[in-house]
């Protein structure tokens, strides 16, 4: 008897991946309350992506909630159908230690004293009452938090967890724990096939075997999503050099490559030369829509995500970073601290962030980062000099979905 052909397993996998996605929505009824305009774009967005099945979680992309969690029902009633103004998705910083000194990394001048334990519970939970449902634990190097698994558990409550990290440390028990208490997704910092590319770029003799090491752990866990997290540079970019790297990803087999530019987040970077242009971007959104077709890996762009036609940018307002001293900023790629949660609520700080920056087409900093340099201060930027910064600050149109959803919420009142 012949064996299936390679096409024929992906038609059965589809098949499957359907049906499941079908049992999901029909699961669902307060969905057929989401406003049609609201739907459609949701519609047309997933279109972009191939929903996967990992571990029975059906995945569109790390960035979301798989679509038959807990946490996109919340998403469906809390934002879509009961419109509410809260953040959606957050990121939390559990350390600042970490063993690698990445020129671009957007906490390497934040400074503190560290939250305990019992803060960083406090701000999870603040997090999913305020209305997030997505929940990204990063660092400096979230591994070398002692208590990073009951962290986790605890953020999985309601909310889909995702984890950033070099790799450096991890063990296949603290693997499987993770998953165990809820983790669905873990991205391993992985910028260049090439190991003296990326070790030089992370300051950090054997930063490359290690992420390989921790992605070989992470792919042997059952059910887990694993995924790469790449920062591009404006050269590699233009050199080509993206397209290779993605094909080197899929040859190690990983589900999905999350992708960014270097951010102007620090002094170094508040060059014009150094930032990435519209075509740029242009050129990796064509580049994700492509591999996406084929479906041999998820290609994630956040110039994608935040684009006018699709989320947009809402720093400070669907978007929070609470960085691991507990000071709050409106993403992690705006280095800006509005208050820190020792000192006020974490609710208070929000609102206030809120009041100061408005849902834009395109990434904050980037648009902004003359700003920053004009200040000439070091980063992050205290209270007074954000509320500043946020009202002197350029905001373009609300992406395509913000849109809609500002529309469906003043017809609903």
Same mark, same amino acid.
């Given at each position: 008897m012949r064996s299936p052909s390679p096409a024929a397993k992906r038609g059965k996998t589809k098949a499957r991946v359907r049906?499941?996605?079908?049992?999901?929505?029909?699961?669902?009824?307060? $969905?057929?309350?989401?406003? #049609?305009?609201?739907?459609l774009f949701l519609l047309g967005y997933m279109k972009k992506f191939r929903v996967r099945s990992s571990g029975g979680n059906l995945i569109l992309h790390s960035h979301l909630p798989p679509l038959n969690s807990e946490a996109y029902g919340r998403f469906v009633d809390e934002h879509l159908v009961a419109g509410t103004e809260g953040p959606s998705h957050a990121q939390v910083g559990l350390t600042n230690a970490c063993p690698q000194r990445c020129a671009y990394?957007?906490? &390497? @001048?934040?400074?503190?004293?560290?939250? *305990?334990?019992?803060? $960083?519970?406090?701000?999870?939970?603040?997090?999913? @009452?305020?209305?997030?449902?997505?929940?990204?634990?990063?660092?400096?190097? #979230?591994?070398?938090?002692? *208590?990073?698994?009951?962290?986790t558990e605890a953020a999985a409550d309601g909310c889909a967890v995702?984890?950033?990290?070099?790799?450096?440390?991890?063990?296949?028990?603290?693997?499987? *724990?993770?998953? &165990?208490?809820?983790?669905?997704?873990?991205?391993?910092?992985?910028?260049?096939?090439?190991?003296?590319?990326?070790?030089?770029?992370?300051?950090?003799?054997?930063?490359?075997r290690a992420a390989l090491e921790a992605l070989e752990i992470f792919r042997r866990v059952p059910g887990l999503h694993v995924g790469v997290s790449a920062v591009l540079t404006r050269d590699m970019i233009r050199r080509g050099e993206t397209e290779a790297f993605l094909d080197y990803l899929v040859g190690l087999g990983v589900d999905e490559a999350w992708l960014s530019e270097v951010k102007p987040?620090?002094?170094?970077?508040?060059?014009?030369?150094?930032?990435?242009?519209?075509?740029?971007?242009?050129?990796?959104?064509?580049?994700? @829509?492509r591999h996406n077709r084929e479906g041999r890996i998820t290609v994630n762009y956040l110039g994608h995500?935040?684009?006018?036609?699709?989320?947009?940018?809402?720093?400070? &307002?669907?978007? $929070?970073?609470?960085?691991?001293?507990?000071?709050?900023?409106?993403?992690?790629?705006?280095?800006?601290?509005?208050?820190?949660?020792? @000192?006020?609520?974490?609710?208070? $700080?929000?609102?206030?962030?809120?009041?100061?920056?408005?849902?834009?087409?395109?990434?904050?900093i980037r648009r902004n980062v003359g700003l920053f340099k004009a200040l000439g201060a070091a980063v992050p930027l205290g209270r007074e000099a954000g509320l500043r910064l946020a009202g002197e600050a350029g905001f373009g149109v609300p992406g395509e979905f913000i849109r809609r959803w500002e529309k469906a919420r003043k017809r609903k009142g």
């Open positions: 049906g499941a996605l079908a049992r999901t929505l029909l699961a669902k009824p307060r $969905i057929l309350r989401v406003k #049609p305009s609201l739907s990394c957007y906490n &390497r @001048d934040r400074q503190g004293t560290p939250m *305990d334990t019992e803060t $960083i519970l406090g701000v999870v939970r603040d997090l999913r @009452d305020m209305g997030v449902f997505w929940i990204g634990l990063t660092g400096g190097e #979230p591994l070398l938090n002692k *208590d990073l698994t009951a962290i995702k984890l950033f990290t070099t790799g450096w440390g991890v063990t296949p028990r603290l693997a499987r *724990d993770l998953h &165990r208490a809820g983790l669905f997704s873990v991205s391993v910092s992985l910028d260049h096939w090439r190991e003296d590319v990326h070790d030089a770029a992370r300051g950090c003799p054997g930063a490359f987040v620090a002094a170094p970077f508040w060059d014009e030369e150094a930032l990435v242009t519209d075509e740029d971007i242009r050129t990796l959104v064509r580049l994700q @829509d995500f935040e684009a006018r036609e699709n989320f947009g940018c809402n720093a400070g &307002r669907k978007m $929070i970073y609470v960085d691991a001293f507990g000071d709050v900023s409106p993403c992690v790629f705006t280095p800006v601290s509005f208050g820190n949660v020792r @000192d006020r609520s974490l609710r208070e $700080i929000a609102a206030e962030m809120r009041g100061c920056f408005r849902p834009s087409d395109s990434c904050f």
